[in-house]
């Protein structure tokens, strides 16, 4: 499959300074929901010794050559690509398990990404968690980032020094926030910050918003990203997302929304009672 | 016959330039089969510098120990020594094993080439094309399909478990072999010129690499890799791995690689007298098949 430009592709990477945040459930579904839309798309998984988006993406069994056999040229970073089990035109390149982050350095990761935009519309990098080594080389090679941050005082203490340390950065010309594992329930009873108080804190555009989802749990150990599965929030949420990425303009989900039909019945009593 | 002989019956196995395959499994009885081999011997030229091995296919034929003695002397006598035979007569397979050669139930199904750079794919279609499931031959374990080792690294090895893995080979009949008395958690790898034998489980993650079989005392969840090529010596097909469960997510032998299915439909033990039986993976027909060890049985 051909990319679908001529034009160099976009390197975005999926980052958020604390850990178990949403990074590579994240970069799954942008992924898998481009290549959905269309494109062309690359996954590179740059945490190296902790790899998991060859599990989240189901292709664990496939992988025979990983980022760091390319980057010591041991093949070519094609043969190393995973090719999707469902769509032809997304490919994953996965870390190694049995290196540390240290067998990657920020030029090799810079060549790497400058090679794959060549090939692919788009090359989502997904990060590891902190902000040594394995950060600096996850965004070497990036021009965009997106921040995965959950309405938590810890998450979005991380997030902040995450977007300082991405503006520092002059290759990064876009960076937004995407605020995963939402919880409108608790934030109506003000038990969990709202929407608006993180964007404010952080004075970050929002690329979306994920709801705290049983399925995502589910999917992730099936090894299906959620993006696919067309009755699910957070997979609706997701494929808006990709679709903002892509350049569309997508309204914001409306979380408070009642979703069931029981749902519906209580807030129309709700409605007619205030 | 003699020319015939010369076209269909004699061809070097592919990958093995100094070995050749001669086939005897259109004779019907041995007589005949002693026929065919001397004829094809004088009808044969071959640079007797080059060849001095022999693998002989006599496909369903029944021979005694005898026979093949008697095979081994025509060849003896043109300076050629038996390697292989293949025979799917278990009868014939247990003389010939008998007789000290090796045996296997048929000839590679596919020419595979040992030693080997990995092919390059400049087209991206390609790598993804041959990890995809082919059929579904194996009633434990579904896709295979040969593929190059991926190159090994040495020092990982040593850096990890503090072993020196280059060791001096000699004969591959006389590997030494690697005890390891412990689990092996993900991120591990262990690489060894010679035979690995581990007491404990093979997470999923860890790497086991091999020039020679392996033995798992425990469940192989992780990728293993038995005959593999480790500093340019030859890989051999004929390694095995061994499990007492195999659900490895891939298992490598030689050139030959089988991944996991993508569903892994629950496992299997076969018990038999009150005994959950060990598997063992080799390359048959071409590919790596799973099987219940029969050993002693």
Known sequence: ???????????????????????????????????????????????????????????????????????????????????????????????????????????????LCEQLKQEFDFVIVDSPAGIEQGFQNAIAGANEAVVVCTPEMSAVRDADRIIGLLEAREEITNYKLVLNRVRPNMIKTNDMMDVDDVLEILSVKLLGLIPEDKDIIISTNKGEPIVTSDDSLAGQGYRNIARRVAGEDVPFMNLDAPTSFVDKIKGFFNRSAS | MSSDIRDRDLEQSSGHENVLLIRLDRASNSAQALTMLTDAIQTLTFNPEKIQQVNLNVGELMLTQNVLSKMQHILKEAGLQIETIYASLPQTQQAALDSGFFVREKPPAQPFVLNTKPPSFDDLDSIANILDPLKKSDPLWGDKQPLAPPALNIEQVEEV??????????????????????????????????????????????????????????????????????????????????AWKIEALQLRIADYIARRPDKMFHHRDVVTEGLVLPEVAKVSDGEIKIYKETIGR
């Open chain 1, 1 to 111: 499959m051909a990319k679908t430009t001529k034009n160099a592709g976009r390197v975005i990477v999926i980052t958020s300074g604390k850990g178990g945040v949403g990074k590579t459930t994240t970069t799954a579904n942008i992924g898998t929901g481009l290549a959905r839309m269309g494109y062309k798309v690359a996954l590179v998984d740059t945490d190296i010794g902790l790899r998991n988006l060859d599990l989240l993406m189901g292709l664990e069994n496939r992988i025979v050559y990983n980022i760091v056999d390319v980057v010591e040229g041991r093949c070519k970073v094609l043969q190393a690509m995973v090719k999707d089990k469902r769509m032809p035109n997304l490919s994953l390149l996965p870390a190694a398990q049995t290196r540390d982050k240290s067998a990657l350095s920020e030029e090799q990761m810079s060549t």
């Open chain 2, 161 to 242: 478990l503090n072993i020196s893995a280059h060791q001096a080979q000699t004969s591959s009949d006389k590997k030494n072999t690697f005890y390891l008395k412990q689990s092996l958690r993900s991120g591990k790898t262990i690489q060894y010129d010679g035979h690995v034998t581990i007491i404990g489980d093979v997470h999923t993650g860890s790497e086991v690499t091999a020039s020679g079989d392996i033995l798992v005392w425990g469940e192989l969840r992780g990728i293993a890799h038995a005959g593999a090529n480790i500093d340019g010596a030859k890989g051999d097909y004929r390694s095995e791995i061994r």
